[in-house]
């Protein structure tokens, strides 16, 4: 069964601190996605990944494609960053395509405290 | 604004209605993607429209239809709604069938079933 785990489901922290969410998932994947879903907004995709990692400001997202896992790393977290970080990922078929359809994680709720 | 547009943004409508939601892609993206967002089943994927056809179907109900049009705008058709149909819809659009380059979402439309 193709799945996606995330872990921690819900996150606190203090404005300023290194903030990391994980996702793990079954099998062969085309890509990961990280997402951010602001309260009652809409979903604003964050990275696109496929191996290594990449760096958008104070965020950065890594990849091991053989341990299946992905993380999302939030440097000096501020107030702003609260939100849902949905991992979302392209599994592969048996004939090699996904067709971009996604499967999504549960989530993670992201709450920074001034 | 994402470019991906979704309408309506809010929708209240009886069990037993039919409604339609309606999303236009970014300018040049040839895929669309509809998803529905509930608090019990989270995010899934519904189905998937390339350049007016049906690409993938997902968790999508038989009283659940879509279609995209010559002009790549979709349309997601809900019919003898129930309460459970109550959810976030999202609409995602892609430059090409394997969404190679990502995803950009619209910012969704809010169907409350009373």
């Known amino acids: 069964k193709n799945e996606v785990e995330q872990s921690p489901q819900n996150l606190t922290a203090q404005e300023g601190e290194f903030i990391t969410i994980n996702c793990s998932y079954s099998v062969g994947i085309s890509a990961l996605h990280w997402l951010q879903q602001h309260p009652g907004g809409g979903i604003v995709s964050l990275f696109m990944l496929s191996s290594g990692k990449k760096k958008h400001g104070r965020l950065i997202a890594t990849i091991n494609i053989q341990e299946k896992h992905s993380s999302l790393h939030i440097t000096a977290s501020h107030p702003r960053d609260s939100a849902v970080y949905i991992c979302a990922v392209s599994f592969t078929t048996a004939g090699g395509t996904s067709y971009g359809k996604l499967t999504f994680g549960q989530g993670t709720i992201l709450t920074v405290h001034p | ?114």
């Open chain 2, 1 to 114: 604004d994402s470019g991906v547009t979704q309408t309506p943004k809010h929708l209240i409508t009886a069990t037993g209605q039919r409604v339609t939601l309606r999303c236009s892609p970014r300018s040049g993206d040839l895929s669309v993607y509809w998803y529905q967002q509930s608090l019990d089943q989270g995010l899934q994927f519904l189905i998937h429209y390339y350049n007016g056809e049906e690409r993938a179907k997902g968790n999508i109900l038989e009283r659940f239809s879509a279609q995209q049009f010559p002009d790549l705008h979709s349309e997601l058709n809900l019919s003898s709604l129930e309460l459970g149909d109550s959810a976030l819809y999202f609409c995602a659009s892609s430059t090409n069938r394997e969404a190679e380059y990502g995803y950009t979402f619209g910012s969704g439309t809010r169907l409350t079933v009373v």
